[in-house]
């Protein structure tokens, strides 16, 4: 089944842009083949507002987010998950307005208590003023936000629901216009599968990524996800069937064609795919362990 992607998206750069009611975005101007167009801040509200992943830390976005919020109160400033290109803007955020940030908790914070090495690309500076669990609910001036727990993409990772708007904000949990990085070993499959269908279990009207357009037809689109990452651990299982044991070799087989500034993220996926295959006793591992190893077939 091929996933419905949205790749027509587009916005001008670092400009307040009116997507609904109560939603106005804010493009930054920070394109790359993970952030597609660049982060969608996202603003709720009005007079009295919620920011959704501020973004990056970068003078010119910083400049057009203090223009665009202008004569606004902020009163929460809430992350989706601790990557980059979506919180460090809300330390100078915090900064200027006083208001307090939200989210799971720091880098790592669902992985393990003790904190353990982390991917690239982890924003470790960003602590939140209030740790929210599943189910949380913000009360804001005319908005009302939800916590939802989605783990997978990170260990941290939140998607926030609008009940006004019956819609969910759902960071890069799930992008319209591609599919998400799950890299071990903050990320993690099987919670990456188990928090789409958590997202399948829901009755969300419109999803909105950090990244691109929105997603109108959040069930059909969640089901096409789940169905490709079944047929990538399908393809996964046949690569080691035919004898490919290291995962460079898997992804050369699998990723026909892959941007090469992907092939490390693929890679990280295709490990992602064989931690949760050791875990469920398909696959066996030898020699060294995680990216290095080499994989065979229990049966
Ligand atoms: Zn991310």
Request: hydrophobic content about 40%; charged content about 20%.
């Amino acid at each position: 089944m091929a996933i419905p992607f949205e790749t027509t998206f587009d916005a001008p750069y670092e400009e307040p842009v009116r997507v609904s009611p109560l939603i106005r975005r804010l493009l930054a101007r920070n394109p790359s083949p993970f952030t597609f167009k660049g982060t969608g801040v996202t603003i709720i509200g009005k007079g009295k507002v919620a920011v959704i992943d501020p973004g990056p830390d970068d003078p010119e976005h910083l400049a057009a987010l203090r223009a665009a919020l202008e004569g606004e109160t902020v009163t929460h400033i809430l992350i989706t998950h601790t990557h980059r290109d979506h919180s460090p803007a809300a330390k100078p955020l915090k900064a200027w307005t006083g208001a307090p940030t939200y989210g799971f908790g720091p880098h790592g914070s669902g992985r393990s208590e003790h904190g353990i090495a982390v991917e690239e690309g982890g924003d470790r500076d960003f602590v939140p003023d209030i740790a929210l669990r599943d189910g949380d609910v913000i009360a804001g001036s005319g908005f009302t936000i939800e916590a939802v727990h989605t783990p997978g993409h990170t260990s941290n990772h939140m998607c926030y629901a609008l009940k006004e708007e019956n819609a969910l904000f759902t960071g890069d949990h799930v992008m319209g216009w591609s599919t998400t990085v799950v890299a071990p070993p903050d990320g993690d499959m099987g919670d990456y599968l188990a928090s789409l269908k958590k997202l399948l279990a829901r009755d969300d009207a419109i999803l909105w990524p950090t990244h691109g357009g929105p997603v109108r037809d959040p069930k059909a689109f969640i089901s096409a996800y789940l169905a490709h990452r079944l047929e990538r651990e399908q393809q996964i299982v046949e690569s080691l069937r035919q004898g490919a044991t290291r995962i460079p070799e898997m992804v050369d087989r699998i990723y026909v064609g892959l941007d090469p500034r992907l092939k490390p993220a693929a890679g990280l996926s295709v490990l992602a795919h064989l931690l949760l295959l050791t875990k469920q006793n398909r696959v066996a591992s030898s020699g060294e362990s995680g990216f290095a190893a080499r994989y065979h077939l229990t049966t």
